[in-house]
Nanobody
């Protein structure tokens, strides 16, 4: 059974940095991709970033491009999201997710992802 556990969230001032981690267990296959999504209070969940497993290609939402960096460590089976120059509008619960090889594989579509973590809260104060 695939399990994803996020960590690294917290409270930070605007302009600060955080690094989120997502530890994956139970993955008996190499996924097509892994991604980060976020959901602010009262809003729909939105795509943040994704990394494709085959070639390490990365993709970002326009709102975080140039500030966030997605990466992975195959040895530790861990996905990361380095978040720099944080803004109050980045405040949200951040989720990591696995996109496997079955079905549609649209990196920014949450419905295409197959496994999800429980989320970690990021709060950016102004």
């Amino acid at each position: 059974q695939v399990q994803l556990v996020e960590s690294g969230g917290g409270l930070v001032q605007a302009g600060g940095s955080l690094r989120l981690s997502c530890a994956a267990s139970g993955l008996t296959f190499s996924p097509y991709a892994m991604g980060w999504f976020r959901q602010a209070l009262g809003k729909e969940r939105e795509f943040v970033a994704a990394i494709r497993w085959t070639d390490y290609s990365t993709y970002y939402a326009d709102s975080v491009k140039g500030r966030f960096t997605i990466s992975r460590d195959n040895v530790k089976n861990t996905l990361y999201l380095q978040m720099d120059n944080l803004k109050p509008e980045d405040t949200a619960v951040y989720y990591c997710a696995v996109l496997d090889w079955m079905g549609p594989r649209r990196l920014s579509y949450e419905d295409d992802y197959d496994y999800w973590g429980q989320g970690t809260q990021v709060t950016v104060s102004s």
